[in-house]
């Protein structure tokens, strides 16, 4: 497969790097939450905006254990239930102590508005990695990030890249393939089994 453009994956100290600098920004929680879903849970920028509370929170209105991703807020008919980390978790429920929950309500809000665009979304994570000095990162970074761990890890847990498809909401396994990251160190630790 040659190389295209695509957004560049994010190590781990990278993540925890994004995560201290939207400690800092003017709405921290909310930031946190949004990076989180992408880079945690896998999700689009326009699922991100398309999230409500009801997706994400279990029938007594506590954040729940996965979200529940509906048609309606996914790419084309991708809906899907992802699991929920500790961490995302964690996030979503700090971020529930600063914002009303109504369970039809859009999860994540702007100064303006009760919703935010999936552009408006897209345009957060620019500004985030342009203050950061992340060339070549993008929305798609995060979703990217989640999906190439997923598969460097589905097997030690028992799944297969059928699973990891299922949380990325492709239609195509060829689609998830073009996802996930090569592991130099690993093609050299493997050619020196062989």
Known sequence: MGLGKQAKTLTKGQ?????????????????????????KAGLRAKEIASLTWRMVTDARGEIGQ?????????????????????????????????????????????????????QAIVNLFWR?????????CSSHSGRRTFITNSARKISTVGGSLRDVQMLAGHSNLRTTQRYIEPNPEAQLKVVELV
């Open 15 to 39: 993540v925890e790097a994004v995560l201290g600098y939207l400690a800092k920004t003017r709405w921290p929680t909310r930031n946190q939450v949004i990076f989180l879903l992408s880079a």
């Open 66 to 118: 996965a979200i529940y991703l509906e048609n309606v807020a996914s790419k084309g008919r991708s809906g899907r239930v992802i699991p929920m980390s500790d961490e995302l978790r964690t996030a979503l429920g700090e971020y529930s102590k600063t914002t009303v929950i109504v369970s039809n309500r859009f999860l994540i809000e702007s100064e303006r508005s009760d919703s935010m665009s999936a």
């Open 128 to 136: 985030w990695y342009h203050d950061i000095g992340f060339d070549g």
